[in-house]
C-alpha cells in the first residue's frame, strides 16, 4: 500500500490489498486459531522469529487490516487494536509504567479516563498529577518529577471542547525524557495528526467517529515510533524479557518498540483484544471517515453561528466560532475543522434546558457522542444529577449546559430543529 496517499484515499484502501482472486472486500476472519503444518514453524512464531497468526488474542487478520488502516492514517509505524477507548488508554500508559511510576495529566480529559488514572491506576501503586487545560510551560515543568514516565493530554478534550497546545506538552515531556501520549478521539486524523506536533503516542476510542454509526465499542494504540526508549527510564523495553526468553525489544523490534510490547506482552497478559467482526464493522465506519468530518463540521459550525445569534440562547462553546478562547489554538491544531460536538445554554436554566431537549423531534437524547445522528445531552438531568447548581458549577458545568453532538442530516433540519425547539421554551 502507497502511504502517499491523501487520508480520504488511505480511508478506503489502507490495510488490505486483496492478491487475484481474493475476496475485495476486507473479510471476517471469525477463528481464534490458525493451523499450520509444523511444530517448528509454530514455535518460531511463538518466539516471535517469524510473523503470523496463531490466536486471536494476539493478532487477528480482520483486526490486523483495520490496525493498518488507523496507523497509515495517523502516520505511525503500528497500531494495536483494542475492546473499548478505556482499554487502550489503560494499556498505553500500562505499557511503560509500573507501580512507583508518575504520570502527569492534563485534567480536562474523558471523565473515563480521570477516573481510570485517578482511582484504579493509583492503586495499582501508580501515581498521578493532573494539570490545569490552559497550563503554562512553567506550571508543567513544575508538574515533572524524576519518576514521570509520561505525559498526557487530549488534543479536543470531552466534554469541555478545551483544545490542548500539543506542542507545549511535548517539549516539556522531552526534556525530561519522556513520551507525549495524546487521546485524538474527536478531531480524528483527518482533522488532527498529533505525531506532526510532537505527540509520541496516539490513542482513541473508535467508538466515537472513527466508527461513526454507533455500532461497535472499541480502541486503538498507536505509535509514532519517533520515541528514543533507550535513554535508561523504560527498562521494560531496554532489558530482557524472560517470558520470551530473554528478548530484548527495543533490540529486536527497533522503532516498532513499543507497539509491539503492547501487543506480544499486554494483549498475551490482560486480552483486550477487539472481535473480529467489531473490527469489520470499524473498518466500514473508516471508509467514509473523511466525508463524514467534513460534514460533521460544517454542520456544527452552521449551528454554533445560528446559536450564538439567538437571543434566547445564553452561551456557546464551539472552537470554530471566533468568540472561542480556544479559536486560534484551533486555527493551529485544527485548521480545516474539529469536530461535530457543541456545548450551549439556553436562558431560562436548568428547566428551560430539560424543555429544550424534550421538544427537539429530529434530534434525540442519548449518552452516546460522535455518531451520523444528530443527538444531545443534559448533563444536569442525566450524567451528573445528582449534582446541585453550586456543585455543577464547581464541575464547570452549567444547570442549563446542553451538549449537542451534531450529525450529518442535512443543516437546515437541525436548525430547523433547534428553532422549534426553542419555541417551545419559551411559549
Ligand atoms: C468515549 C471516549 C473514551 C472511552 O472510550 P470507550 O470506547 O467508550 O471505552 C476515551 N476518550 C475519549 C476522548 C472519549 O470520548
Request: proline fraction near 5%; aromatic fraction near 8%.
Amino acid at each position: 500500500m502507497d502511504h502517499s496517499y491523501r487520508p480520504d484515499t488511505l480511508c478506503i484502501h489502507a490495510g488490505y490489498s486483496p492478491k487475484s482472486g481474493e475476496p475485495r472486500v476486507l473479510p471476517i476472519v471469525q477463528s481464534t486459531t490458525f493451523r499450520y503444518n509444523s511444530a517448528e514453524e509454530m514455535g518460531r512464531l511463538f518466539n516471535l522469529e517469524d510473523d503470523g497468526y496463531f490466536y486471536s488474542r494476539i493478532a487477528n487478520p480482520t483486526v490486523d487490516a483495520v490496525e493498518k488502516k488507523i496507523a497509515a492514517l495517523e502516520g505511525g509505524v503500528g497500531c494495536v487494536a483494542t475492546s473499548s477507548g478505556m482499554a487502550a488508554i489503560f494499556l498505553a500508559v500500562l505499557n511503560i509504567c509500573k507501580a512507583g511510576d508518575h504520570v502527569v495529566s492534563c485534567s480536562a480529559i474523558y471523565g473515563g479516563a480521570f477516573n481510570l488514572f485517578n482511582k484504579t491506576m493509583r492503586d495499582m501503586g501508580i501515581d498521578f498529577t493532573f494539570v490545569p487545560p490552559d497550563v503554562t510551560e512553567e506550571q508543567l515543568e513544575a508538574a515533572m518529577k524524576p519518576n514521570t514516565r509520561v505525559v498526557y493530554c487530549e488534543t479536543l478534550a470531552n466534554p469541555a471542547l478545551v483544545v490542548t497546545d500539543i506542542e507545549l506538552y511535548a517539549k516539556v515531556a522531552h526534556a525530561h525524557g519522556v513520551p507525549l501520549i495524546v487521546d485524538n478521539t474527536f478531531p480524528t486524523p483527518i482533522n488532527c495528526k498529533p505525531f506532526q506536533f510532537g505527540a509520541d503516542v496516539v490513542v482513541h476510542s473508535t467508538t466515537k467517529y472513527m466508527d461513526g454509526h454507533a455500532v461497535q465499542i472499541g480502541g486503538a494504540i498507536v505509535d509514532s515510533g519517533n520515541f528514543n526508549w533507550t535513554n535508561g527510564k523504560f527498562p521494560m523495553l531496554t532489558e530482557p524479557d524472560e517470558s520470551y526468553h530473554g528478548m530484548v525489544y527495543t533490540e529486536r523490534f527497533g522503532k516498532a518498540a513499543y507497539i509491539t510490547k503492547a501487543r506480544v506482552h499486554l494483549l498475551r497478559d490482560i486480552g483486550c483484544q477487539p472481535a473480529p467482526e467489531n473490527a469489520f464493522l470499524l473498518n466500514l465506519g473508516l471508509e467514509t471517515l473523511a466525508l463524514r468530518m467534513e460534514r460533521h463540521c460544517s454542520n456544527a459550525q452552521k449551528v454554533a453561528e445560528f446559536l450564538e445569534q439567538d437571543a434566547r440562547v445564553s452561551w456557546v462553546n464551539y472552537p470554530g466560532l471566533k468568540s472561542s478562547p480556544y479559536y486560534k489554538l484551533a486555527q493551529k491544531y485544527l485548521p480545516h475543522g474539529s469536530c461535530g460536538v457543541i456545548s450551549f445554554g439556553v436562558k431560562g436554566g436548568r428547566a428551560a434546558a430539560a424543555k429544550f431537549m424534550e421538544s427537539l423531534q429530529l434530534a434525540s437524547m442519548v449518552i452516546h457522542v460522535a455518531d451520523l445522528r444528530t443527538s444531545v445531552l443534559h448533563p444536569a438531568s442525566t450524567t451528573h444529577r445528582q449534582l446541585t447548581d453550586e456543585q455543577l458549577a464547581e464541575a464547570g458545568i452549567g444547570a442549563d449546559m446542553i451538549r449537542m453532538s451534531v450529525g450529518i442530516e442535512n443543516p437546515d433540519d437541525i436548525l430547523a430543529d433547534i428553532n422549534q425547539a426553542l419555541d417551545k421554551v419559551n411559549a
